[in-house]
């Protein structure tokens, strides 16, 4: 299978704990993207890269987070001095920059829990 | 602030009866508009979109969705739920100028009865 990939499934963690996700694109794709999905409710875009710049960034990324696409394929985000609050599924998703209408491509996401 | 509206939280038919989830969103020039849908502990697969082609669009699975500007509207139908189709739908925009950012509604979970 070539989708997306995301690596942990699963993470639980202690409350002031760091945690790193990781995520493969789809080869070809240039776009990569971070959402976070909360219980009950929609995903939320984080960030996105097109190849290793990162080009948007929600209020939702406090300092906390750090997100990085080194080499334009692959990308980590990181959560330092994890909290309570950040126990949610984090979504990575991909694209091909073709046109303004690009489609994303979800990977199955990471669901992390603090305790 | 450019938004997305699911009208209903929670859809319940029965086996083999029409499917409508319904959407609205905030009006804005040129916006594209997904349906997905979300399978427990799967990712998020794209049943269709709309970008300003033809405003009727079919997807997957027997699913379409027809953009309404006038009503600001892109409600999900199928003629005929099947049990498979059981799972929680998102209608979703992105607006014209905005390269990355996808806004999501807050979803609408389908159940289907046998």
């Known amino acids: 299978d070539t989708g997306v990939s995301q690596d942990p499934r699963h993470k639980i963690t202690k409350r002031g704990q760091n945690v790193t996700f990781r995520c493969d694109p789809i080869s070809e794709h240039n776009r990569l993207y971070w959402y976070r999905q909360t219980l009950g409710q929609g995903p939320e875009f984080l960030t996105y890269?097109?190849?290793?710049?990162?080009?948007?960034k929600s209020r939702l990324l406090s300092d906390r987070f750090s997100a990085e696409r080194p080499k334009g394929s692959f990308s980590t985000l990181e959560i330092q001095r994890t909290e309570q609050g950040d126990s949610a599924m984090y979504l990575c998703?991909?694209?091909?920059?073709?046109?303004?209408?690009?489609?994303?491509?979800f990977g199955p996401g990471t669901r992390l829990t603090v305790l | 602030a450019q938004s997305v509206t699911q009208l209903d939280s929670h859809v319940s038919v029965s086996e083999g009866t029409p499917v409508l989830l319904r959407c609205n969103y905030s009006?804005?020039?040129?916006?594209?508009l997904f349906w997905y849908v979300q399978h427990p502990n799967k990712g998020l697969q794209l049943l269709l979109k709309?970008?300003?082609?033809?405003?009727l669009v079919k997807g997957i699975n027997g699913f379409e969705a027809e953009f309404k500007k006038s009503e600001t509207s892109f409600h999900l139908t199928k003629p005929s739920a099947h049990m498979s189709d059981a799972a929680e739908y998102f209608c979703v925009v992105k607006y014209g100028g905005s390269q990355g950012n996808l806004i999501f509604g807050k979803g609408t979970k389908l159940s289907v009865k046998p």
């Open positions: 709309y970008t300003s082609a033809a405003t």
């Open positions: 998703a991909s694209s091909l920059a073709a046109t303004l209408t690009d489609t994303q491509y």
């Open positions: 009006s804005s020039y040129s916006p594209s």
């Open positions: 890269f097109q190849n290793e710049a990162q080009l948007e």
